[in-house]
């Protein structure tokens, strides 16, 4: 009967405290950061600092020699001690995430999926074919992690939708070797990746790709850290409306406009 | 009806049959994607330019083109290599390539020269190019919030920018992806080219209506951000979407201005 109750407890706390990770205020302002080396080919966009710890080889952007076409919104760190702490931050996020009790089995493939905050296991890899899609249910603060034994693979063209207050700084990919992101693929969340991370041509994160011991490797992308560099998330700017009501207006005022002699005599104006 | 008649419908029939899925996908698109859902608004267009310039095809003698063929066979390609994983834009572009293969084998170069327009307006029913769209995205967010923070700065107002984040007095705005501009880009440049056609405006002006739009949609973006950071109430809800709905407004002002500018200049040079 005691052990029965201690389980029901158990089981309550589980639930109810669920798993929260957070990165460390250093690391929280990299977009990029790698082991061994980052490189670049092509006009990737980093908004967020990038660096590289222990090693030091950074290649392919302006601002750090031989230069390069990447362009980087915050500083470039190479195997400074805010690179380090950065490194050290992502150790501990990365254990945190890698021990968050799972309360889920993610499919060897996620796309087509929709799911709910929680934490979702694979023992060996996860890829995305298509588009998954992430609903927060209204909860701005939840968080959706992918704690996977070894790769993670987005195909070309795939996609993270993120829905319903869903936040890219509160998605984590734990990643147990490597992650490659294809082709023009979208992807949302912090990568927490073990080894390395790859990007394929044209490829978007909408988060942060953090490897503890290899290389991150950009080819023409755009990695956005999520709620820039500091203080908390900041509102979005709503669009616009919709092209369809846009061009309607215009179509209406054009009709209006192509007929206003006829409606003119209409109102006995002329 | 017409031999000729039934043999354009059956052509039509067979063409929808074959582009089915691409239709379907194009549509899907124009129903998820608030960027693209003018697209409803385009084959209603270019139905009412092609009954509006009935006359002037009619009276064009069909003369067939064995041309048509290869136009429909490289039609036919695109759409087994969009089928086969490239894509929806290929696809789509297909579709508009097999209708001129089509147009050519009914009633040859003449009908095509006539219905030029009606396939300048089908391509902005193209859905999105990926590798295009990923590419010019974040470069016009911070377009966007360049412009917005210079607007700001000019108006004597104190804004920090990061990025594409923007802080004015506290006041923080995310210059989101959706927010790139691309939506103001799209609208205005169909409604410039729609707008040409309306007022029979020659080939240079409606060519100069079409480039002005992409610099006055890029800068009426910047001004909606402005907007949202300087006045917090403007950042979402209905105040959000009618100031978005009013600056749309007035860029289409701008457009009708820079034509009477431009007509008024070409009859000065005629004179």
């Not at chain 1, 890829?127 to 909860?139: E, F, M």
């Amino acid at each position: 009967m005691k052990r029965f109750a201690v389980l029901v407890v158990w089981s309550a706390l589980s639930v109810g405290l669920k798993a929260q990770i957070t990165l460390g205020p250093t690391v929280d302002t990299f977009a990029v950061l790698a082991g061994s080396t980052v490189t670049n080919s092509g006009p990737t966009v980093v908004l967020g600092n990038l660096g590289v710890s222990p090693g030091t080889a950074i290649t392919g952007f302006a601002g750090i020699a031989p230069g390069g076409p990447g362009q980087v919104s915050g500083t470039i760190n190479s195997a400074n001690g805010f690179a380090l702490q950065a490194q050290t931050e992502l150790t501990a996020a990365y254990n945190a995430a890698a021990g968050a009790a799972s309360t889920g089995v993610a499919s060897a493939d996620l796309g087509g999926q929709t799911l709910f905050a929680g934490v979702y296991t694979n023992a060996t890899s996860i890829g995305i074919t298509g588009t998954l899609t992430l609903n927060a249910q209204g909860n701005p603060n939840a968080q959706f992690i992918f704690q996977m034994g070894s790769t993670l693979t987005t195909a070309s063209n795939s996609s993270v939708l993120l829905i319903n207050g869903a936040q890219a700084s509160n998605v984590f990919w734990k990643v147990g070797s490597s992650a490659t992101l294809g082709t023009t693929s979208s992807l949302a969340g912090n990568i927490l990746a073990q080894a390395s991370i790859s990007f394929g041509t044209g490829a978007v994160l909408q988060g942060r790709a953090l490897a503890r011991t290899g290389a991150v490797t950009l080819l023409s992308n755009s990695i956005t850290a999520p709620a820039g560099l500091s203080g908390p998330p900041p509102p979005l700017v709503t669009p616009a409306p919709s092209s369809l009501i846009l061009v309607f207006t215009a179509l209406a005022g054009a009709v209006i406009y192509q007929s206003r002699k006829r409606l003119a005599r209409s109102f006995g104006l002329r | 009806m017409s031999r000729r008649q039934a043999l354009v419908v059956l052509t039509a029939l067979v063409l929808l049959a074959c582009y089915a899925s691409t239709l379907r996908g194009m549509v899907e698109q124009w129903s998820t994607d608030e960027d693209m859902s003018h697209g409803f608004l385009v084959p209603i267009v270019i139905l009412w330019v092609i009954w509006k310039d009935r006359e002037r095809w009619r009276e064009l003698e069909p003369q067939p083109s064995w041309w048509g063929f290869a136009l429909l066979a490289i039609g036919g390609c695109m759409q087994l290599a969009a089928a086969l994983g490239v894509g929806l834009f290929a696809g789509a572009v297909a579709f508009l390539v097999s209708i001129a293969g089509a147009v050519l084998c009914l009633g040859g170069f003449g009908w095509l020269r006539a219905l030029a327009f009606p396939f300048v307006l089908g391509l902005f029913m193209l859905p999105k190019l990926a590798i295009v769209y990923n590419q010019a995205t974040l470069p016009l967010q911070l377009l966007a919030s360049r412009i917005a923070a210079g607007l700001l700065t000019s108006a004597g107002i104190g804004v920090i920018r990061e990025g594409n984040i923007l802080d004015v007095g506290g006041h923080r705005v995310l210059v989101a992806e959706a927010c790139n501009g691309i939506r103001y880009l799209m609208s205005l440049g169909f409604m410039a080219v729609v707008f040409g056609y309306i007022c029979d405006s020659k080939l240079w002006i409606r060519l100069a209506l079409l480039a002005a739009a992409a610099p006055v949609a890029i800068i009426a973006n910047g001004i909606r951000v402005a907007a949202a950071g300087w006045l917090p109430v403007l950042d979402a809800g209905v105040p959000h979407a009618i100031a978005g709905w009013l600056i749309f407004v007035a860029c289409l002002a701008i457009l009708v201005v820079l034509r009477q500018i431009l007509n008024k200049a070409q009859a000065h040079d005629q004179i």
